[in-house]
């Protein structure tokens, strides 16, 4: 649940996204789009006859510094927060989150961990939510965090994740293939309605693993995208937002974010990363997000599902591959899922959805 993603493209703009078509069903995706990701091929550059080694390989500079960054700061809010798809040799896909937070205020030093998995084959989605009082162990120029059976140790591009949700165990191992993107431009910004932000992705990093699954332990990789944030976050998180992860199969990646402040308007901006690792802030005016249908969860909540997007020239369709992957928490119900991307550039990608459902 990273509170926002880049809603501004250099500066702040106010646009209108569409409203919620009443087509028919969408069609379900094929089986070509279900085909094993497996980290090489898949890795940027994979298409293209290679991603410049120059650019790939140039820090970025702003007022995010790392690894320095990748530790736990003084904040009253933070998030450590990977999404990715893995799939088998065989073709089978998972989707996972892992997310660590951390909640700091007068009297209080609090944390919470949530973790999900979503089971394509089976059309199955399973999450788990644990906290507990006080911070995280320092670690210089990373992090060590665990709460329960829920745990993330790395830095630097480099990160080991093991969790346990239901009946599925995992171990992955996260090494970054590019570096990392600072959003806003310089990796903070201050909100015009409150608070203030730092924030930095690793918008693509090759997994290899371990997946225990229905009693058998399989080996999977995949690829995955790590945002880091902390700050005054308090007025954003209690505004609700629609955030899009992209990756495309091309090797470029594009980072969608809309909040939804008090009355009609949207706040709307994002990022898109090329082949060659240069990232470039996408305005507003170039941002068209159209939901193309709904889904409502037991109690009656309604939840955008399916977008088309057009966005930086391109026009894509954002597909969730199961319309239910909403996860409670004791503090906040969300939804966050595991989608395919098709159109002008196929891929696939992670939607997270927050203030439908108080």
Known sequence: MRAVAAILAVGLTVVAVSACDDGGPRPEPGLDAM???????????????????T???????GRVSLPA???????????WYWTGHLSTAQGRWFGFEHVFFRFVGDGFDAKMANAAVTDVDDG?????????GGGYPAREDGF???????????????????????????ELELVSDEPPVLQHGDGYVDYPFGGFTYYYSRERMSVRGTLAAGGATLEVSGSGWFDHQWGDLGEIVSVGWDWFSLQLDDGREIMLFVARPKGDQLLVGG???DASCISTEIAADDIRITPTGEWANEEGCVYPSGWDLEVAGLALEVTPIIEDQQVVTPTVTYWEGA????????????????????
């Open 124 to 132: 199955s989605f399973h999450f788990i939510s644990v906290d507990d």
């Open 55 to 61: 650019t790939c390989s140039e820090m970025p500079e």
């Open 339 to 358: 989608s395919l991307v098709t159109g002008d550039a196929t891929g696939r990608a992670y939607v997270e959805l927050t203030g439908y459902c108080r």
């Open 271 to 273: 990022t898109l990363t």
């Open 69 to 79: 960054d990748d530790e736990g700061h003084d904040a009253p809010i933070e998030w």
């Open 35 to 53: 085909a094993p990701l497996d980290a090489a091929t898949d890795a940027p550059g994979a298409d293209d006859g290679g991603a410049d080694a």
């Open 144 to 170: 060590d965090l665990a709460i329960d059976d829920l745990s993330a140790v790395g830095g630097n591009g480099q990160d080991l994740l093991v969790g346990s949700v239901d009946d599925y165990e995992y």
